[in-house]
């Protein structure tokens, strides 16, 4: 039989080809190596971020050991889940990701509920990762110009709403980097990904070597505190409300380590997607829960006092940089926070990265409302559209912020972590359900150790879930004396809101002409539009 010879001037590769039996051309620019695909899903996790800005949730929530062995607990886990989605993920190295995952496993209604919970989760992580930024931003920019007091008194501004400016600039930020080359961007978050590992190393060794005085090893791995108002202020590990209250402290971990599916969402700019958007989610996942768990340690030996941390807290006040001012002064928290200050905005530019992968691919089958639009690929092979989107939708995302930031900010790492986990597990247990007859090609697999891997990842996320809904402070239940809104969970309103609108579109509407993924054409029509796309934006699908 002879071969059909390609296109005139026009090469077809590995991965092209594997995308053409996927069912799409090759439209975004293939630029990334096996060691950028894991920078990216490392930079989102980015335990420079997540695990800092959101230290006071678990310090509240049960103390040291919430931070110390919760962090292992929740890395434990999500190790496994990103195990059980590596293998998915070799198997459909697509930027649709999960919602092409699930569409291809079970239907199109499941692709449905993926996609939208994902890309919920997505929008909800970019938010939070982009406010938890601005309130560090915001204490290093009142130690070297009093940024709160000068919006105060040219503006108006409140502190919070000082924040929320903050938050949009640094958004603001993000899309002008993001609508560059994906080179640029591929570029900045290898360098991001070495910034982190040396900033843990650096920040590590310092808090080693200044502070005069260090907490003993059995506060750090002992020590409990409950300040949620659950059980009173138990402590005691004979109670169960103790354990409910460690259990909603697992929260800074969980949202910590999420993003990871930034590396499937990429893999239509990644060479050798199959192998490399595998290994590059599960090892950061992997990498990011031993640097992270050194960084929690140096933190907690830091502390000062726990009634002064606790009171801190309580005035909603971020309580790391008081732990590094109060351990080794201003001069070398100024220092910390602008390592941290950089890591979380190399962060929040992945995330828009990545959320905006997915917001195309999504629209390219025709989910999302306005698909025309958020499908559009620019000149550079950027979809810029889906770039302003998601920093659009992030920033209403973070609103009620304004009014109070941690229950606003507590209530976005909820909403990630809930859309996220959903989302990644879904595809999990429509690949369990399979069972041994999945025989889809991959270059990464689990073996038959799928079956218990897929187990136990449906189980933590159902755990979690349950865990999440809950307000965090007893205040904010409505049976409770007094009850007080501010400090309501209303995470359980998002998702009920969330349900109703996608839940009620597809019953009345979408289950008629949403078919999942949709081919763009034959192999010889993608062929074609590949090289029209190569012609008319001067650029290659690969660049090496």
């Given at each position: 039989?002879?071969?059909?010879?390609?296109?005139?001037?026009?090469?077809?590769?590995?991965?092209?080809?594997?995308?053409?039996?996927?069912?799409?051309?090759?439209?975004?620019?293939?630029?990334?190596?096996?060691?950028?695909?894991?920078?990216?899903?490392?930079?989102?996790?980015?335990?420079?971020?997540?695990?800092?800005?959101?230290?006071?949730?678990?310090?509240?929530?049960?103390?040291?050991?919430?931070?110390?062995?919760?962090?292992?607990?929740?890395?434990?886990?999500?190790?496994?889940?990103?195990?059980?989605?590596?293998?998915?993920?070799?198997?459909?190295?697509?930027?649709?990701?999960?919602?092409?995952?699930?569409?291809?496993?079970?239907?199109?209604?499941?692709?449905?509920?993926?996609?939208?919970?994902?890309?919920?989760?997505?929008?909800?992580?970019?938010?939070?990762?982009?406010?938890?930024?601005?309130?560090?931003?915001?204490?290093?920019?009142?130690?070297?110009?009093?940024?709160?007091?000068?919006?105060?008194?040219?503006?108006?501004?409140?502190?919070?709403?000082?924040?929320?400016?903050?938050?949009?600039?640094?958004?603001?930020?993000?899309?002008?980097?993001?609508?560059?080359?994906?080179?640029?961007?591929?570029?900045?978050?290898?360098?991001?990904?070495?910034?982190?590992?040396?900033?843990?190393?650096?920040?590590?060794?310092?808090?080693?070597?200044?502070?005069?005085?260090?907490?003993?090893?059995?506060?750090?791995?002992?020590?409990?505190?409950?300040?949620?108002?659950?059980?009173?202020?138990?402590?005691?590990?004979?109670?169960?409300?103790?354990?409910?209250?460690?259990?909603?402290?697992?929260?800074?971990?969980?949202?910590?380590?999420?993003?990871?599916?930034?590396?499937?969402?990429?893999?239509?700019?990644?060479?050798?997607a199959s192998r490399m958007a595998a290994t590059g989610m599960w090892t950061s996942v992997f990498v990011s829960v031993v640097?992270?768990?050194?960084?929690?340690?140096?933190?907690?030996?830091?502390?000062?006092?726990?009634?002064?941390?606790?009171?801190?807290?309580?005035?909603?006040?971020?309580?790391?940089?008081?732990?590094?001012?109060?351990?080794?002064?201003?001069?070398?928290?100024?220092?910390?926070?602008?390592?941290?200050?950089?890591?979380?905005?190399?962060?929040?530019?992945?995330?828009?990265?990545?959320?905006?992968?997915?917001?195309?691919?999504?629209?390219?089958?025709?989910?999302?409302?306005?698909?025309?639009?958020?499908?559009?690929?620019?000149?550079?092979?950027?979809?810029?559209?889906?770039?302003?989107?998601?920093?659009?939708?992030?920033?209403?995302?973070?609103?009620?912020?304004?009014?109070?930031?941690?229950?606003?900010?507590?209530?976005?790492?909820?909403?990630?972590?809930?859309?996220?986990?959903?989302?990644?597990?879904?595809?999990?247990?429509?690949?369990?359900?399979?069972?041994?007859?999945?025989?889809?090609?991959?270059?990464?697999?689990?073996?038959?150790?799928?079956?218990?891997?897929?187990?136990?990842?449906?189980?933590?996320?159902?755990?979690?879930?349950?865990?999440?809904?809950?307000?965090?402070?007893?205040?904010?239940?409505?049976?409770?004396?007094?009850?007080?809104?501010?400090?309501?969970?209303?995470?359980?309103?998002?998702?009920?809101?969330?349900?109703?609108?996608?839940?009620?579109?597809?019953?009345?509407?979408?289950?008629?002409?949403?078919?999942?993924?949709v081919r763009m054409g034959t192999e010889e029509e993608l062929e074609r539009y590949e090289e029209e796309l190569t012609a008319?934006?001067?650029?290659?699908?690969?660049?090496?």
């Amino acid at each position: 039989m002879t071969q059909r010879p390609e296109p005139s001037g026009y090469y077809t590769s590995d991965d092209e080809k594997t995308l053409h039996k996927l069912g799409y051309a090759q439209e975004l620019f293939r630029a990334m190596g096996g060691f950028r695909n894991f920078a990216i899903s490392f930079t989102i996790i980015s335990i420079l971020a997540g695990c800092l800005t959101s230290y006071t949730i678990a310090f509240e929530h049960g103390g040291p050991i919430a931070v110390t062995w919760g962090w292992l607990l929740v890395g434990l886990f999500s190790t496994i889940i990103a195990l059980a989605m590596a293998e998915i993920a070799s198997a459909y190295p697509t930027a649709g990701g999960l919602y092409y995952w699930a569409s291809r496993l079970g239907s199109p209604g499941w692709g449905w509920a993926t996609g939208w919970f994902n890309l919920i989760g997505q929008i909800a992580v970019t938010a939070a990762i982009g406010y938890g930024l601005a309130v560090f931003g915001q204490v290093l920019f009142d130690y070297w110009f009093t940024y709160s007091a000068h919006m105060d008194d040219w503006f108006g501004a409140s502190f919070n709403t000082s924040t929320y400016i903050l938050y949009a600039l640094f958004l603001s930020a993000a899309v002008l980097i993001n609508i560059f080359n994906i080179r640029i961007t591929s570029g900045l978050n290898m360098f991001s990904a070495w910034w982190h590992m040396v900033g843990v190393a650096v920040v590590v060794g310092v808090l080693i070597i200044v502070p005069d005085r260090h907490q003993s090893l059995s506060y750090v791995f002992t020590e409990t505190v409950n300040n949620s108002g659950y059980g009173g202020s138990t402590t005691s590990f004979s109670n169960p409300a103790f354990w409910f209250v460690f259990g909603l402290g697992l929260l800074m971990a969980q949202y910590t380590i999420t993003g990871f599916d930034a590396s499937a969402h990429t893999a239509e700019e990644t060479n050798k997607a199959s192998r490399m958007a595998a290994t590059g989610m599960w090892t950061s996942v992997f990498v990011s829960v031993v640097f992270g768990w050194i960084l929690l340690l140096a933190v907690t030996f830091a502390i000062p006092s726990t009634q002064a941390t606790l009171d801190t807290a309580n005035a909603l006040l971020p309580i790391v940089p008081f732990i590094w001012v109060e351990s080794m002064g201003q001069n070398w928290a100024e220092f910390l926070l602008f390592i941290c200050v950089v890591a979380q905005f190399f962060c929040v530019t992945a995330s828009t990265t990545s959320a905006s992968r997915m917001m195309f691919a999504f629209s390219r089958d025709g989910a999302v409302p306005g698909h025309q639009l958020w499908r559009r690929v620019a000149r550079n092979r950027v979809p810029r559209w889906s770039v302003l989107g998601i920093a659009f939708f992030a920033a209403i995302l973070m609103i009620p912020a304004v009014w109070n930031y941690f229950i606003g900010y507590a209530v976005g790492t909820a909403i990630a972590v809930i859309g996220l986990y959903i989302a990644f597990i879904l595809p999990v247990y429509l690949r369990l359900r399979k069972g041994d007859s999945w025989d889809e090609p991959r270059a990464w697999s689990l073996g038959r150790h799928y079956k218990w891997i897929g187990v136990v990842s449906i189980l933590w996320v159902a755990l979690v879930t349950i865990l999440f809904i809950f307000p965090l402070y007893k205040v904010g239940l409505p049976w409770n004396d007094p009850f007080d809104w501010q400090f309501t969970n209303y995470t359980v309103l998002w998702f009920a809101g969330i349900g109703l609108i996608f839940g009620g579109w597809w019953a009345l509407s979408a289950k008629r002409w949403f078919k999942g993924p949709v081919r763009m054409g034959t192999e010889e029509e993608l062929e074609r539009y590949e090289e029209e796309l190569t012609a008319r934006t001067g650029m290659p699908a690969a660049g090496g």
